[in-house]
């Protein structure tokens, strides 16, 4: 059965932090990993990782993915009050149902 | 921006009604998604679609039904409602021929059966 593990899965960081979020996988035929961020509804995209060692970037927001260890991380440098949100991670396989398989989300709290 | 639209956004409905979740996009996408998520939980596939007149069920087995008979539209339906039914519902939609395997998301009904 296909898993998607997050860690931790709640944080309370100052803002100006620098956080870190982890995501292991496990899944059959594995194609790629996506980051969202869902604030209070739907979930919205942030990065899609298919090769190993290739940080993907966005302002303030980076993104590895390590092929051989199954893991991720999503990093977020100099945090501000917007970017509380629960951040999910997923992972896409080659088989089965063509959906992904998401994690339980990690809760990011950004305090003033 | 993604043009993907859910309704209703909000529906409070008793035990044992027949219940239609909407979902629609512009994008000209093949592949729909419907997912069940319960707070502070993951979400679930339940329902997918590779286009017109293909519908499979998901990784979660669910009691719902799906149909497609036009590109655009996806819509869920709920022949009996229970409160087991009260969840947040999210139709997502991909475009397979491009190398990205985003999906778009819609806003969401959160249903709440009484």
């Known amino acids: 059965e296909d898993k998607v593990v997050q860690s931790p899965l709640s944080l309370v960081v100052h803002e100006g932090d620098t956080v870190t979020l982890n995501c292991s996988y496990e899944?059959?035929?594995?194609?790629?990993l996506l980051w969202y961020k869902q604030e209070k509804k739907a979930p919205t995209f942030l990065f899609m990782l298919?090769?190993?060692?290739i940080e993907k970037k966005s302002g303030r927001l980076s993104s590895i993915l390590d092929k051989k260890e199954l893991f991720s991380i999503l990093n977020i440098t100099a945090t501000q009050t917007g970017d509380s949100a629960v951040y999910l991670c997923?992972?896409?396989?080659?088989?089965?149902?063509?959906?992904?398989?998401f994690g339980k989300g990690t809760h990011l709290i950004i305090q003033p | 921006e993604a043009d993907i639209y859910q309704t209703p956004r909000y529906l409070v409905i008793g035990t044992g009604k027949k219940i239609t979740l909407e979902c629609s996009q512009t994008?000209?996408?093949?592949?729909m998604y419907w997912y069940q998520q319960d707070p502070g939980m993951e979400l679930h596939l339940i329902h997918y679609?590779?286009?017109?007149?293909?519908?499979e069920k998901g990784d979660l087995s669910s009691e719902s039904t799906v149909s497609r008979i036009r590109t655009e539209h996806f819509p869920l339906t709920l022949e009996s409602a229970r409160p087991s039914h009260t969840s947040q519902y999210l139709c997502?939609?991909?475009?397979?021929?491009?190398?990205?395997?985003?999906?778009?998301f819609g806003p969401g009904t959160r249903l709440t059966v009484t």
């Open positions: 298919t090769s190993s060692g």
């Open positions: 997502a939609s991909s475009d397979p021929t491009g190398i990205s395997y985003e999906q778009y």
């Open positions: 679609s590779y286009g017109v007149n293909s519908t």
């Open positions: 994008m000209g996408h093949d592949k």
């Open positions: 997923a992972a896409k396989s080659g088989g089965g149902a063509d959906g992904l398989t």
């Open positions: 899944v059959t035929n594995f194609r790629s």
